[in-house]
C-alpha cells in the first residue's frame, strides 16, 4: 500500500468534510451567534457525542479492528463474515437498550452535564428536547463505526472518510431552508444531527455489499454473545471503554464548569473546536486510521520493522505538519476567528473569546495529535491496559489544571487544560512504546528537529507581523476585502515557513523512503 497516495486520499476526503463543517458552523454562527440557547443545543449534541465516542468509534473501534484483522488474514472468508454478523447484532441490540434508557432519562442526563443550565429553565428544557430528538444518533453512528472499521480493514478508506460530509450538509440544509420557518430555529439542527445519522448508514451499505461484509442481524442477541471471536471484542472493549471514557469523563466535567460560567463559554469552545478539528482530523485522524489496520497486518505477519517504520513515518508527518499549524493557530487566532465567524449575530466579544479559546487549544495541539498516532501502537497488538492506565492519570492531571487555569483564564483555561493534558498523554505512551521497544526511532530525528525548529521560528514571527497588519474587526464592513486579507496571510506563513525548511536541506524523499518500506 502506497502511504503517501492513501492518506492524501483519506486527508482530501477529511479536508472535504472539515470545510463542509466549517460552512455549517459559520452558518449557524452567522444565525445564532453565541447564547444560553447555542449552548443548549451544544450541550445537547454533545450527550450523544460522548456515547458515540465511548461506544461506538472509540472503544468498538479500538477492540474491533485487530481481531478483525486477525480473522481476515488468518482464518478466511467465512469465519470472519461470521464474526461480522454477530458483531453486528450484539451492537445493534446494545445501541437500541441505550437509545431508548437514554431518552427516558434525558433530564437527568443534562442536568449531569450541564448544572448551570438549571438558572435558564427555557434553556435547560430546550436542551432536553433536543437531546431526545438526536439520541438516536448513536445507534446509527455504531454503524458506522462498524461498517468504518470493515472497510479500512479491506483498504477501502473513501466512504468511511467521506461519511461526515453527510451531516454537514444535512445541518447546511436545515440552517438556511428549515430554521427560518420553525417556531424555535434551533431545533431545526437537532433534527438535521438525527437526519445526517440516517444518510451516513445509508452510504455505507453499498460498499459493504461489494465487499461481501454486509452484516446479518438477528433477532436473538444470543446468538452472536456465544461466538468466541465476539467475547475477545467483549474483553478488549472493557478496558477500552474505560481508556476513552476517562477523556469523555474529562471532557464531560469541562462542559458543566463551562455552563457555570459567562452565557456563551460553551458555544465559544466549541467554536474554537470547530477550528481544531482541521488539523487534528486532517492529520490525527487521518494517519490512525491508515496506522491501526496496517499496524495490525504488521503484528499479525510478525513484522516488527514494519511496525516501528510506519510509527516512526508517521511521527515525523505529524510533526512537520501539526507544529506549524498549532503557531498559525496561536498567532493567528483573531484574523481566523472574525474573518471565519464575525458575522450576524456573532458580535465582537465572541471574536475575542473564540481568539482565547484558540490560543489556548493552540498550545496543545501537538498532543493531541501526537496521541492518535501513539495510541494505535498499542490497540494494534491488542494491549488496551497501557492506554487505560495513562488516560486515567491524564484525567486527574486535567482536572487538577482546571483548579489552576479555569479561575485565572475562564473558558480559555478549560481549553489550555485539555491541551496540556494531550501532551502529556502523548509523553507518557512514547515513554511506554519505547521502553517496551515496540518503536524504535529512524536514524535523522536530531537534524529534522533541529530544521523543524528553525522553521517554526520564523513562520512565529512573521505570523505575528502579518496580523498585526489589519484590522480584523473593523473589517467586517468589508467582508471579501477580510477574506482575501487572510489569504494573503496564510499564502505569506506558508512560504515563511516551507521556505526555511527546504533551504535547510528538508527533503520530501526523505518520508517517501520510510513509507516504501
Given at each position: ?460 514571527g512573521v505570523s505575528l507581523w502579518m496580523a498585526g497588519q489589519f484590522d480584523w474587526i473593523a473589517l467586517r464592513a ?40
Open positions: 500500500m502506497n502511504l503517501h497516495k492513501t492518506l492524501a486520499t483519506i486527508s482530501g476526503m477529511t479536508m472535504l468534510s472539515r470545510i463542509t463543517g466549517l460552512a455549517r458552523e459559520i452558518l449557524f454562527a452567522r444565525a445564532f451567534g453565541a447564547s444560553a440557547y447555542t449552548d443548549a443545543f451544544n450541550i445537547a449534541f454533545r450527550i450523544p457525542n460522548l456515547l458515540r465516542r465511548l461506544f461506538a468509534e472509540g472503544a468498538f473501534s479500538q477492540a474491533f479492528v485487530p481481531i478483525l484483522a486477525e480473522y481476515k488474514n488468518q482464518r478466511g472468508e467465512e469465519q470472519t463474515k461470521h464474526l461480522v454478523d454477530h458483531v453486528a447484532t450484539v451492537l445493534m441490540w446494545v445501541m437500541l437498550v441505550t437509545c431508548v434508557a437514554g431518552i427516558v432519562a434525558t433530564p437527568f442526563v443534562v442536568y449531569f452535564i450541564a448544572t448551570g443550565l438549571q438558572y435558564n429553565p427555557e434553556a435547560f428544557n430546550a436542551s432536553v428536547v433536543m437531546t431526545r430528538i438526536m439520541f438516536p444518533y448513536i445507534g446509527f453512528m455504531a454503524f458506522v463505526a462498524l461498517a468504518g472499521g470493515i472497510l479500512n480493514t479491506w483498504k477501502e478508506f473513501k466512504i468511511p472518510a467521506f461519511t461526515s460530509v453527510l451531516l454537514n450538509l444535512a445541518f447546511i440544509v436545515a440552517s438556511l431552508f428549515v430554521a427560518p420557518f420553525m417556531k424555535q430555529p434551533i431545533y431545526a439542527m437537532a433534527f438535521a444531527v438525527l437526519v445526517g445519522g440516517i444518510l451516513q448508514v445509508a452510504l455505507q451499505l453499498p460498499a459493504l455489499v461489494k465487499i461481501g461484509m454486509l452484516p446479518r442481524l438477528y433477532w436473538n442477541p444470543m446468538i452472536g454473545l456465544r461466538d468466541t471471536g465476539v467475547k475477545r471484542v467483549l474483553q478488549k472493549m472493557g478496558p477500552a471503554v474505560f481508556a476513552v471514557s476517562a477523556a469523555q469523563i474529562s471532557l464531560m466535567i469541562n462542559t458543566n464548569i463551562a455552563s457555570r460560567l459567562e452565557h456563551g463559554s460553551v458555544s465559544w469552545l466549541s467554536y474554537a473546536d470547530r477550528l481544531m478539528e482541521f488539523p487534528t482530523a486532517l492529520l490525527g485522524v487521518a494517519l490512525g486510521t491508515i496506522l491501526l489496520p496496517s499496524l495490525s497486518n504488521a503484528h499479525s505477519a510478525d513484522d516488527m520493522d514494519e511496525y516501528s517504520s510506519l510509527l516512526d513515518w508517521g511521527l515525523r508527518l505529524t510533526f512537520m505538519l501539526a507544529m506549524p499549524a498549532a503557531v498559525a493557530l496561536a498567532t493567528l487566532s483573531e484574523p481566523l476567528t472574525a474573518t471565519l465567524f464575525h458575522y450576524g449575530k456573532f458580535d465582537n466579544l465572541s471574536v475575542t473569546m473564540t481568539g482565547h479559546a484558540l490560543v489556548a487549544y493552540g498550545v496543545g495541539l501537538i498532543g493531541l495529535v501526537t496521541v492518535k498516532i501513539l495510541a494505535p501502537g498499542f490497540y494494534a497488538k491488542q494491549d488496551i491496559r497501557t492506554p487505560v492506565m495513562i488516560a486515567v492519570g491524564v484525567l486527574i492531571a486535567t482536572q487538577l489544571m482546571n483548579g489552576i487555569f479555569v479561575p485565572m483564564f475562564a473558558h480559555a483555561g478549560l481549553a489550555l487544560s485539555i491541551g496540556l493534558g494531550a501532551c502529556l498523554n502523548a509523553a507518557l505512551l512514547f515513554v511506554g512504546l519505547r521502553r517496551r521497544r515496540i518503536y524504535m526511532p529512524r536514524p535523522g530525528w536530531g537534524i529534522f528537529l533541529a530544521r523543524l525548529a528553525g522553521a517554526l521560528l520564523v513562520l512565529a468589508h467582508p471579501l476585502g477580510r477574506i482575501g486579507a487572510l489569504m494573503l496571510v496564510i499564502a505569506v506563513c506558508g512560504l515563511a515557513y516551507f521556505g526555511p525548511l527546504l533551504a535547510m536541506g528538508f527533503r520530501l524523499r526523505e518520508f517517501k523512503r520510510i513509507a516504501r518500506r
